[in-house]
């Protein structure tokens, strides 16, 4: 059993920025895979970044050069450092991580991107 819990969400302007934290507890050993994920109201979840132990990410295309993802190991903690947002960006973005078995998911944090 993992835990996920997440922090940094918030309101910010057109071309801003952001970073959001996601703390995992539990079964940690377990866990190969971690990233996040958004959701528009309306639409599907989709993949935003994910990353390995070993620090190979993968970007949604909408995101590449503007996001990056990040993960310390010892802390058990993976981030998102949002650059240059627009207001497509506005979602709720949810922390993901992969077992063997399952995936699980943070609570969601709000991310507002409005003038």
């Known amino acids: 059993q993992v835990q996920l819990v997440e922090s940094g969400g918030g309101l910010v302007q057109p071309g801003g920025s952001l970073r959001l934290s996601c703390a995992a507890s539990g079964s940690i050993f377990s866990v190969n895979l971690m990233g996040w994920y958004h959701q528009a109201p309306g639409k599907q979840r989709e993949l935003v970044a994910t990353?390995?132990?070993?620090?190979?990410?993968v970007y949604a295309d909408s995101v590449k050069e503007r996001f990056t993802i990040s993960r310390d190991n010892a802390k058990n903690t993976v981030y998102l450092q949002m650059n240059s947002l627009k207001p497509e960006d506005t979602a709720i973005y949810y922390c993901?991580?992969?077992?063997?078995?399952?995936?699980?998911w943070g609570q969601g944090t709000q991310v507002t991107v409005s003038s």
């Open positions: 990353i390995t132990r070993g620090g190979s990410t």
């Open positions: 993901y991580a992969a077992t063997t078995y399952r995936n699980y």
